[in-house]
């Protein structure tokens, strides 16, 4: 069986450094926020080329802490889209924010510019409290961000990015996670820089920014035990700091290896499928490698059938889902995201993923659309 995504092959391509990495923590006696997570925040920092980086527990925790990072009070709106991981909503809502859906654009499966300027424009009551926009980089394909920052500045809006699913990419040369006054990232362990447990991080260029959240991650804390502002605990441990630093060495080849298989699938899947949209001012990760069909439930039974694991990223957009159906505002109509999400399919995709299992997905997805 192709595996849509095997963390394990991530492990064990580098297991020598992993193993020594763990070893080198389990023996410090150190065990969370200490000096490997000092080291991995300025690593990614570096890497990101943004001035701060603080690490928290999840992907999750790390869209929420933005958000109060920036300033926001509950009850402050917040546009995002409706087709993300439910984790983004999950995030604004855990926040305290209320949440406010725009539609996608039909080509890249990202907000959408003109849904943006429809939706603040018709937000009615809503418009006193909208403060900030999250733009997801789904896919590790980098939003429109030149016309969602002109948006955000036309009506005063801040812009915290959810890159979970874009470490490395980039607009215009510039990285995602720099684009606007914060951002987010997931570092699970099928991300592009994933950990082998749950961890996130937070960039961004202002240094107020960073103080607070390094602050609002521990209780409030500035010092041990006396708590200035109401925080939580979204503490990262030194064990996946630690793998973390080995793995980040290894992101931009880990990300070619992703970009070759992408051109595999480019190539040979090219007028057979609807293939990812490129944007020529931007580089795309492939966290995904994501094609549209009008029979994807019965493309995906009969690949399976096949030997190739697929997945669907994601078969309900968040408003059409239990928890959120009818309780969201819809300020705007949602129909692209609605016919997106019926047609999509990942194919297996991660840096370990051998040329020759590339080159037989594409063989079978052609023999069977
Ligand atoms: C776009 C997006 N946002 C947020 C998250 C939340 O991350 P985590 O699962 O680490 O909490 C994820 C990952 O699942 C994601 O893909």
Redesign the pocket.
Known sequence: MILPSDPKAGYLAHQKEIDEAVGRVLNSGWYILGTEVEQFEKEFAAFIGARNAVAVA??????ALSLRALGLQPGDAVLTVSH??V??VA?IEMGGFQPVLVDIDPGRYTMCPDSLSKAIANCGRLAKRLKAIVP?H?YGQPCDMDAILDIARQNGLLVSE?C??SHGAAVNGRTTGTLGHAA?F???PT?NLGAFG???IITTMDENIGEQLRILRQYGWRERNRSEIPGVNSRLDELQAAILRVRIRHLAEMNSARQRIADIYDQGLRGVCTIPFRAKNCTHVFHQYVIRTENRNLLQRKLKDAGVGTMIHYPLAVHQQPAYMERLHEIVSLCTTERVVSEILSLPIYPELPIVSANRVVDIVSSLI
């Open positions: 999840n992907g999750t925790d790390a869209v993300t991981a984790a983004t995030a997801v789904l959810d979970s699913q987010a997931s570092l699970y991300k749950d961890a996130g």
